[in-house]
């Protein structure tokens, strides 16, 4: 009689199944549409040369060595990537009451503001608050809440379906009237339209309109620093006395959790991000990303618009960042996966870096055919 | 799309205006927050960095420093650091459960190369942020599936952070006696008497090997009868193994208990930490181990705790794992290992063996053995709290209140100046 024998199999987490799904494909001309992740023109991985660079430097400095860092993570990787998404000249971190904690990932981050909000926010331990994410979002967004003891994960309003793009009236519209806590998730500044501020602008905003929050950073894209799990929970808070309580009771959530940060990916970014030389060439390399990513979009697109695809394709170089909702439904997509061995998720979701200048053509046709064949 | 078009503001935020006239509320959402409690071991880290006096040792820290007091790279990891650079991998997500070789890797050491559960693929290993981690998903995993018990039994004292790491997952934390502070050993009858009480399933923890904090292991025919003595009582085992090898610098001698119950056909949980032994501290290194009834339940549990590492970090750190990876199934790296682990061992014998040799230099006739006998990093004193305050003041010792020291903190260079500083507040 086993304990756990009553322990169901989950599902599978849908993302990496479409991966997995696409490494057991036999088909050479097998596209990889799925999961987040940078890719070069030639389809590989990226490592970053200024990463490269830095890893070098690290070998080489014999002072280093791989002892505990502290529980709220690498002081030095902290400000400067806080400094990162509010700005050099950020006022709240001049008048002190900005905070970090480093994180595994951007995962890492939310969990940890995640566990906080639960405890503190809205009285102690309410559960109840209402948390709410876009219509759609990311789908581990979800699970963190409600892993953290949220009951109540509610949407809003975002993607319009129709016009595919944003229903901004029905996103105001959920959320006017209400006092809310801000808590942004950056996961791709730079990596969206290439530069570090115009994607932080957002965020920077809300500082000025005067806003306490959270916000969640990840390095994994624009660092491709991915299985390093480089993320920093930013806190701005109203004075540095909230901010000192605040960052108290963050060490402790995350002591039962994780206990510290791991030091490689923090220290990389760190090195770099303090170095001017080394900050430049990143942005560089950022670019190099982003860029890649806005000429695959402007190729897509034409190439839709070349086959006179029905419907409209203008959303494809609309929509910023590594992934396009691409308006297929799941009929079509089970089309694209079967027919034709180009993954991507049920939601129509694909990743724009899986694009390469060899497989798009077949891409494009592959799509057009879905869309006109399959309702 | 008034925000996507403002992008002209943000060149003319210096000239905003003061915060106070944008302010939406006055008061901070985080008024009613409390300043939490300051952690007892960093404030004595902190105490020790402030002291001026230059004969001042840091008992409190509880990572290896060699005998010049500095902290040690062990060589086979800077080895396995060269061979990965070299490889110029790529920096892809690793599985939700964490890198597969290391994952083997873990479970072999654990549980020894031809052990049955691993042969049977019974065992469902996942990669964890070290021993912490470790500990949070198997407490996780227990709140949500082992409904049938909430109570988790932790020896008396145990490591500081057990309790709220059980808590914070939703279980409830009750205690077994463990340390006798008359001996300063192994309370076995006491241990004994207690786990005879404990209800049917209720899950109790066991350190594996080199108790946290007080240094004070069973003996192997101990073991063989709380051994038998759980499985009476059908308790369910949850071992914490974060110092195996680094107790008696034998992987196999540290590991005896564990395999024991495994043989005895307990079904444990484990959690490793590569933290010590590899000194990858900083790196996050660890392992988490359901053994499981077969290799059916096992994919079972398997997909369960992918579910419960997904919401915290998604997927672990590669760094780590690829070095202890490399080490173990390197032979010649793993040998290399074994003797820089049993080094590290032995230091911590030696300094053991010298401390109890010049507190009888100083004179001291108390019964200073428990010191050689306790194994691992720490070493419960038995000095009262009034005397450690007494070291800490007069002598710049830095130490906790409950009597702990850290060995590693001992150097052949401070040890007499330490066991002169205990001899005057017990004598």
């Known amino acids: 009689m086993s304990l756990f024998g009553e322990v169901p199999q989950a599902t599978p987490v849908a993302v990496f199944k479409v991966t997995n799904d696409f490494k057991e494909d036999p088909n050479p001309k097998k596209v990889n549409l799925g999961v987040g992740a940078y890719r070069t023109d030639e389809g590989q991985p990226w490592v970053l040369p200024v990463v490269k660079k830095v890893e070098k430097i690290i070998v080489a400095d014999d002072s280093l060595n791989h002892e505990y860092l502290p529980i709220l993570g690498l002081p030095e990787f902290r400000s400067s990537a806080s400094k990162i998404a509010l700005g050099e000249d950020s006022p709240a971190i001049q008048e002190n009451r900005v905070g970090a904690v480093q994180c595994l990932g951007g995962t890492g981050a939310l969990k940890i503001g995640a566990e906080f909000l639960r405890r503190w926010y809205n009285g102690n331990n309410n559960t109840r608050t209402p948390v709410y994410v876009s219509a759609p979002t990311w789908e581990n967004h979800n699970a963190v809440f409600v892993n953290a003891g949220f ?3 509610r949407p809003y309003k975002y993607w319009d379906a129709e016009k595919r793009g944003l229903d901004l009236s029905g996103f105001l519209g959920d959320l006017e009237r209400r006092k809310l806590f801000v808590f942004f998730d950056s996961a791709y500044q730079g990596f969206a339209s290439g530069c570090l501020d115009k994607d932080a602008w957002a965020v920077r905003y809300f500082i000025t309109q005067g806003f306490e929050m959270f916000c969640a950073q990840s390095f994994s894209k624009n660092f491709g620093l991915y299985n390093e799990r480089v993320g920093n929970l930013t806190i701005v808070a109203r004075d540095p006395d909230n901010l000192k309580r605040v960052l108290s ?3 402790k959530i995350v002591r039962v959790t994780w206990s510290n940060p791991p030091s490689q990916g923090a220290r990389l970014v760190a090195v770099t991000l303090n170095n001017p ?3 430049s060439e990143w942005k560089d390399n950022v670019k190099t990303m982003a860029d890649r990513v806005l000429s695959m979009r402007a190729s897509l697109r034409a190439k839709l618009e070349a086959l006179e695809t029905p419907g409209t394709w203008d ?19 089970e089309y694209l996966i079967k027919e034709k061995s180009i993954y991507l998720m049920a939601s129509g979701r694909i990743n724009m870096c899986g694009l390469t200048t060899k497989n798009i053509d077949y891409v494009a046709e592959s799509i057009h055919e879905s869309v006109v064949n399959v309702q | 799309m008034a925000l996507l078009k403002s992008s002209k503001i943000i060149s003319t935020v210096g000239v905003y205006p003061p915060l106070g006239a944008f302010s939406i509320r006055a008061s901070s959402w985080w008024s009613e927050v409390q300043m939490g409690p300051p952690d007892p071991i960093l404030g004595v880290s902190e105490a020790y960095k402030r002291d001026t006096n230059p004969k001042k040792i840091n008992l409190g820290v509880g990572a290896y420093r060699d005998d010049q007091g500095k902290p040690f790279v062990l060589s086979c990891v800077r080895k396995a650091e060269a061979q990965i650079a070299a490889k110029k991998l790529d920096k892809e997500y690793l599985a939700i459960g964490g890198l597969g070789d290391f994952n083997k890797a873990c479970a072999k050491l654990a549980l020894g190369d031809d052990n049955e559960v691993i042969k049977s693929g019974r065992n469902i290993t996942v990669q964890t942020i070290s021993g912490t981690g470790s500990l949070r998903i198997g407490a996780n995993f227990l709140s949500r599936f082992h409904t049938e018990a909430r109570e988790v039994y932790l020896p008396t004292p145990s ?14 934390l009750k205690a077994y006696t463990y340390y006798d502070p008359k001996t300063c050993g192994f309370d076995f009858q006491g241990a004994l008497n207690d786990i005879s009480k404990i209800p049917a399933k209720s899950v109790i923890m066991l350190h594996a090997c080199a108790h946290n904090p007080t240094g004070v292991d069973p003996r192997p025919e101990q073991w063989k009868e709380i051994a038998e003595l759980v499985k009476k009582r059908n308790l369910l085992v949850f071992f914490d193994m974060a110092y195996q090898g680094f107790a008696s610098g034998d992987i196999d001698r540290d590991a005896w208990a564990v395999r024991y119950f495994i043989e005895q056909g307990h079904n444990i949980l484990l959690s490793q930490s590569f933290a010590k ?5 900083g790196e996050r290194v660890g392992g988490f181990t359901v053994v499981c009834k077969d290799a059916e339940e096992a994919k079972r549990v398997e997909s369960q705790l992918k579910i419960l590492i997904r919401p915290i970090y998604s997927n672990p750190p590669m760094n780590g794992a690829r070095i202890a990876a490399t080490i173990l199934n390197t032979p010649d790296l793993y040998k ?26 100083e004179g001291s006739t108390k019964n200073w053995q428990h010191v050689i006998d ?9 000095l009262k709290p009034e005397q450690v305050e007494r070291l800490t003041k007069e002598f710049s010792v830095y130490m906790t209140k409950d009597g702990r020291i850290s060995m590693a903190g001992v150097t052949s260079g401070n040890v007499g100046y330490l066991a002169q500083g205990i001899h005057s507040v017990t004598k």
């Open chain 1, 151 to 153: 009951e109540d994960v």
């Open chain 1, 249 to 251: 009771q963050m060490e």
């Open chain 1, 277 to 279: 030389e080394l900050f």
């Open chain 1, 315 to 333: 959303h494809i170089t609309q929509q910023i960042g590594m992934f396009s909702f691409t308006g297929l439904n799941p009929n079509q997509v």
């Open chain 2, 159 to 172: 490591w500081g952070n057990h309790t709220p790491i059980f808590r914070d997952a939703g279980m409830q």
């Open chain 2, 277 to 281: 032994n590899m000194g990858l501290y």
């Open chain 2, 336 to 361: 290399e290992w074994l003797g820089e682990v049993h080094g590290m061992a032995n230091r911590i014998i030696t300094m053991r063996e010298l401390l109890v040799a010049n507190l009888k230099k």
């Open chain 2, 374 to 382: 306790q194994i691992g990093m720490f070493c419960f004193t038995g």
